[in-house]
């Protein structure tokens, strides 16, 4: 991991983990009306039955997995780009970590199959496509995956032609420069013409600017595939029929839900939770816009004008030019109370918009501060959504 000091050495940290998913996969037909250039957007379906993620990093444990009503999954693969969202509802980043890094058979498959007939001992390379899959290297600079037809050998009357991969990468994923040793096995049912297992041991070991090992994480990956006799009924044609499969702003938003503070939100992926500190929770975007949810106990919740007038009186004391004022207005009057208004102003050599918010409910309440580019307009309908979606889930109490 980076040094914790200036000064100080990086520190290497043990990582243990162990992950499981049991899951149905129907192939979608591809979004061609998406197609960027050469890259064909493929889609499957998924629906997890079994779902188990272990992990410890240093002596920290943690584990995650998949909400029961939001194991239907549409996975959406983009250039080495994979995304999935749920029909049935938003999902957690969490959630998101959990499938991530699995495999997307409709780019692995075809690209560890050799494109015309070979003969035990013949060997060529894998795809990028499935290169990509089994390293998750966003750019290789150097080496590649070679695929051997070993020979056919027969399980239960059935043609089963063994793979042998193996091979040496280096390039860059999220955690940086690396190098990827990779050696597993394969078995191609020939008469089902699917791929029925898959044995992958992988080395993967992070480098410095200058090529040298800074550490190595070792792990093995195994996927066992069969074709199912009978569509499952939530994949079925009558099941998926009134579903929305393709990629909207609504479908993919992403679920914050912190039961220890007691909030919860729904936000566009273009922003990022950042700090959680305290009774705050903050949310940056690339374009330089950031939000902070506060969350309050019922007495401490102001009104939207005293929340105005505190303010106003904020940035008058750091010399902020206000150019612009819309006053309170109510998006919400119900047993939930939100208000919202926003401010126009200079603060020093920057225009900004600030966009202001109150939630009130029985239990507490929230109020959000959010800080915009004045001349990017396209993020406020984003911070109106997560402003709509807040809700409080539980009773708080005042600080002693």
Known sequence: MPPTEKGKPAQLVPVIGASKLTYEERLLKPETEELAED???????????????????????????????????VLVRSGNRKAPF????????????????????????????????????????????????????????????????????KLN??????????????????????????????????????????????????????????????GQFTMTRSAVAQMPADLSDTSLRDLTLTRTAENTLLLYDNEDLGVRF???????????????VTLDHARGAGVLITIEPPAKVPSADDYLKEVSGFLAKQKAQI??????????????QLDRF???ATIGA????LEYAVLKQSDGGVTVAARLPADDPS?????????RSLSVTKKIEERK
Do not use: C
């Not at 890259?39 to 920290?60: A, I, N, P, Q």
């Not at 612009?324 to 998006?331: G, H, I, N, Y």
């Not at 920057?350 to 918009?353: A, E, I, L, P, S």
């Open 157 to 218: 009357g059935r043609r089963l032609a063994r793979l042998k991969l193996n091979g040496t990468l280096r390039g860059v994923n999220l955690d940086g420069p690396s190098r990827q040793k990779i050696e597993g096995t394969a078995y191609f049912d020939l008469d089902a013409s699917l791929l029925h297992y898959l044995s992958v041991k992988g080395t993967h070991e992070l480098l410095d600017g200058k090529g040298q090992t800074l550490g190595a994480v070792e």
């Open 323 to 336: 150019t612009a004022t819309e006053k309170p207005a109510r998006l919400r009057a119900e047993t939930v």
């Open 86 to 153: 749920s029909p049935d509802g938003p999902l957690t980043w969490g959630e998101i970590d959990v499938v991530r890094t699995d495999v997307f058979n409709p780019a692995l498959v075809p690209g560890l199959l050799p494109s015309a007939p070979v003969k035990p001992g013949q060997s060529w390379k894998a795809s990028a496509a499935a290169v990509a899959e089994l390293t998750e290297l966003e750019q290789v600079e150097a080496g590649d995956i070679t695929v051997e037809f070993v020979g056919v050998a």
């Open 39 to 73: 890259k064909m957007l493929l889609k499957t379906v998924r629906v997890y039955r079994d779902v188990s993620f272990d992990r410890t990093v240093g002596e920290v444990k943690q584990d995650a997995g998949i909400r029961p009503s939001v194991r239907r999954m």
């Open 379 to 387: 993020v406020r309908p984003e911070v109106t959504r997560i402003v």
């Open 266 to 280: 729904l936000y566009p992926r273009g922003w990022r939770v950042g700090a959680v500190q305290g009774r705050q």
């Open 350 to 353: 920057d225009k900004v918009r």
């Open 342 to 344: 926003s401010i126009d």
